[in-house]
């Protein structure tokens, strides 16, 4: 199955964005209600949605793979509980990679890739609800970048 693909262009720094999905607490702001994230490979990349229950709403577990400076990260991803059984799993089936690219001193540019789908009814409603969730979250990032 195809992956989520989404672009974006922003009024704010290429380090304003990366430290946006790298810095826990600003991740805390616009994405999740809390974060531990530990920017080192094997580090964790954890954002829970509801604290009171990590183990039902989060990506706990999920380890950083890769990332490279204000350039990229790429990162295990768990899904919600209603496709728990085939998405929160280890080792997990879907990855999140995020590229970051300056466009001046003012603007960037965000490439979001969300791989690892798999095929048959199941999947394409996991991949649906997780599209609709990144379309809900990324409208959060804008106006929290650009304020």
Not at 34 to 44: F, H
Not at 94 to 107: A, D, E, Y
């Amino acid at each position: 199955m195809e992956s989520i693909v989404i672009d974006l262009e922003f009024a704010a720094p290429v380090e304003d964005l990366w430290a946006a999905w790298t810095e826990s607490d600003r991740l805390a702001r616009w994405l999740c209600s809390k974060a531990n994230v530990e920017l080192e490979v094997g580090g964790p990349y954890e954002l829970f949605w509801d604290p009171e229950h990590p183990e039902e709403n989060s990506t706990l577990g999920c380890r950083i793979q890769a990332w490279e400076e204000e350039y990229s990260l790429r990162t295990d991803w768990r899904g919600p509980p209603e496709f728990a059984e085939m998405m929160n799993t280890q080792p997990f089936p879907t990855t999140l990679f995020v590229r970051f690219q300056p466009l001046g001193p003012s603007r960037s540019r965000l490439h979001l890739e969300h791989l690892g789908w798999g095929d048959g009814e199941q999947w394409s409603a996991a991949r649906a609800w997780q599209q609709k969730s990144w379309d809900s979250a990324l409208t959060k990032l804008r106006p929290f970048l650009e304020a």
